[in-house]
T-cell receptor, first 115, second 111 residues
Framework: GAGVSQSPSNKVTEKGKDVELRCDPISGHTALYWYRQSLGQGLEFLIYFQGNSAPDKSGLPSDRFSAERTGGSVSTLTIQRTQQEDSAVYLC?????????????FGEGSWLTVV | KNQVEQSPQSLIILEGKNCTLQCNYTVSPFSNLRWYKQDTGRGPVSLTIMTFSENTKSNGRYTATLDADTKQSSLHITASQLSDSASYICVIDNYGQNFVFGPGTRLSVLP
């Protein structure tokens, strides 16, 4: 596609439920990133994929969070047993490669509200 | 201590005026520095990318400067427009696998 596409754009879920967020990167981009942004806060790194492998998972806040990427394209971020503190915007980004200097392009985010 | 600090935290200016946003970083190693614009409710959009050997980079009315010796960068916005109202985020690229984001400066341009 023309840009990074994320779905759903908005999600309201009950505490304790599982949610799955999807990211469709720009075609041909091998590097994919997930970030979290709480209201009024800066971006928090979650995970980085190069192809289908995730060389850096250091940002995942707990074992309730997991992510996968298949076919070197679409990625899903899964949050199990959601908590209210999980409420945030989840931003996906992609770039042509994982090397330095490549522009990273962000999607519009998935707004998650846990009630 | 944050590895990327930005100032001011927020800024209000009148349309047509210029402004300068600051970024100080301690991230090392450092391959390049990026400035992003994030409109409310939208994803960040890249404005400039500078390597450590570049001193300045322009993108229309936006001009970024970098002093790698003092680890400081600035983003200068000329002849501001209402559409410039957004958060401006300084990002340090730690060789492509680790991007360290600053907290952003919230700019409001008033008519």
């Amino acid at each position: 596609g023309a840009g990074v596409s994320q779905s759903p754009s908005n999600k309201v879920t009950e505490k304790g439920k599982d949610v799955e967020l999807r990211c469709d990167p720009i075609s041909g981009h091998t590097a994919l990133y997930w970030y979290r942004q709480s209201l009024g806060q800066g971006l928090e790194f979650l995970i980085y994929f190069q192809g289908n492998s995730a060389p850096d998972k250091s940002g995942l806040p707990s074992d309730r969070f997991s992510a996968e990427r298949t076919g070197g394209s679409v990625s899903t971020l899964t949050i199990q047993r959601t908590q209210q503190e999980d409420s945030a915007v989840y931003l996906c980004a992609s770039s042509l490669g994982g090397g330095s200097g490549n522009t990273i392009y962000f999607g519009e985010g998935s707004w998650l509200t846990v009630v | 201590k944050n590895q990327v600090e930005q100032s001011p935290q927020s800024l209000i200016i009148l349309e047509g005026k210029n402004c300068t946003l600051q970024c100080n970083y301690t991230v090392s190693p450092f391959s390049n520095l990026r400035w992003y614009k994030q409109d409310t409710g939208r994803g960040p959009v890249s404005l400039t990318i500078m390597t450590f050997s570049e001193n300045t980079k322009s993108n229309g009315r936006y001009t970024a400067t970098l002093d790698a010796d003092t680890k400081q960068s600035s983003l200068h916005i000329t002849a501001s427009q209402l559409s410039d109202s957004a958060s401006y985020i300084c990002v340090i690229d730690n060789y492509g696998q680790n991007f360290v984001f600053g907290p952003g400066t919230r700019l409001s341009v008033l008519p």
